[in-house]
């Protein structure tokens, strides 16, 4: 057996496991950018998005210029494709993290990256809830944070559940890219040890891991969002 | 007259839709007494729900006076053109003493029965154990205690809107408005919720302010009605006025929708008796409110002057305990003698219409 995968995937098994160039590094420096970008872009995404809602002429609290700032900061960040904004923002990710390359410098546009569209998906997912139901919350006295937390978002939980799990996938995807800046992981893995070297075994070992990283992400995203809802 | 709980006075609602300015509310006043159940009727777009919205500011209104139990919500100045409104953490709290109910219930679907009721009472000042004590007797209230662990979308539509009056209930409100609660429930499902209604108005004396596109809804538990169309109150009065004498031609069309008067005398004028109808005879229609009904009228017409009466349909609805009828029937005899019963009939206040014949 194992002879037989040397023979058959033999740069595969020159990665290795571990140090610089292995694949349980690789491994790690995916799911490494994938968690804390997906944490703070997740935060921001959602913040702009609870905002757009609650801002809009039919929201809560309606509010043009606020509204035109969520809606044109997500608009403009939306609109720069990736791949540019990772060189763009170079300067400040060196100022926020001290370092323009590797990993932890790969969060800040992978954060940047993501939250436009996390937070028009969450715009669209709060959309969705009744503005019947928030007014007879507001009918019965709850407060601005009471009808955020108890309506919206409780309500839409599901929802968000659905379209954090789209997001969470399209955010794998541009961990991918990270290489380019040196943050490593599967994609780069793919790339620079696999395409760039002739080496197709570790391009399709690197596709089939994310492959498997993103079905199991959309198998507990569907489960939690059918769990959640009561429609 | 008494204090009213609700004064709504020169209420005026305009939108702003691109270049349109649409006028929902025209200068409308209403006072509502306390233990009033007020119908307000009208169809879609007469700016009903707009009104009643305006009681808990929902709808602020562009100008005019809002004052529930005496407390200004709202106040216009037509000089400044500035308004005067409650603070927004005490209209917090005056919401809660204004219960409101919706056509599509506007449950939580996410929270089970027992929650959306205590969701009412996340900001009382009872403890756990009081609240949890208090949502258990709304839902017996309501009879729904066996559901209090299931979720909305595992309730009918009469359930939900149970629910939702329990919870528009939770705060002991003293006024609870119903904003065509019963437009999206069947015939007897409405019943059901309109006799729970008249239920609470009668024993915790709440203040019912019901709107409706369903004349059949207000004849059921309102004691006074207003009559709105195009934003304005175009007619106003008790139950009983309004049903047994109409003014205007929009309150009529309503009341003939709650009482089939109309169809009956579209099949009744088909028959034969009636297409056939003989020089000496009259169709008439003879409406009547109150103890006019415990006097042998149509005996008498014939003891008195000889006019025979052939009854052709009759409908007695009792509105707020009186009764109301209205009868169908052709009268026969000369045209004297006719003209002499109908001013005997009118002497007794019922109103007499002429549909057919006696020219």
Known sequence: MQTWFAHTFPNVVYQGWTGDTGWLTAITETLFMT??????????GLIFGIGLVITAPNGITPNRPLFWLFDKVVSIFRAVPF???????APFTKLLVGTQIGTTAALVPLSLGVFPFYARQVQV???????????????????????????YLREGRSEIIRVSTVTLISLIGLTAMAGAIGAGGLGNMAISYGYNRFATDTTWVATLLVLIFVLIVQLVGDYLAKKLSHK | MSHPIIALDNITVTFHQKKRTITAVNNVSVHIERGDVYGIVGYSGAGKSTLVRVINLLQEPTSGSVVVNDEVFFQSDAKTDKATRITSKNLRDRRRKIGMIFQHFNLLNERTVTENVAFALQHSPL???EKAQKVAELLDLVDLSDRAQQYPSQLSGGQKQRVAIARALANDPEILISDEATSALDPKTTNQILALLKKLNQELGLTIVLITHEMQAVKEVANKVAVMQDGEIIERGSLLDIFAQPKEQLTKEFIETATNIDKAIATIAGQPLVTNLQPNEIFVRLAYVGDTTDEPLIAGLFRDFNVTANILYGNIEVLQDTPVGSLLVILSGTSEQIKASISTLADHHVEVEILKGGQ
């Open chain 1, 35 to 44: 968690f804390w970008s997906a944490l703070f872009g997740g935060l921001l």
């Open chain 1, 83 to 89: 791949i540019i904004l990772l060189a763009a923002i």
């Open chain 1, 125 to 151: 997912a709060l959309a969705e809830v009744d503005s019947g139901i928030v007014e007879a919350a507001q009918a019965v006295g709850a407060s601005f944070w009471d009808i955020v937390f108890g309506v």
């Open chain 2, 127 to 129: 403890s756990e154990k």
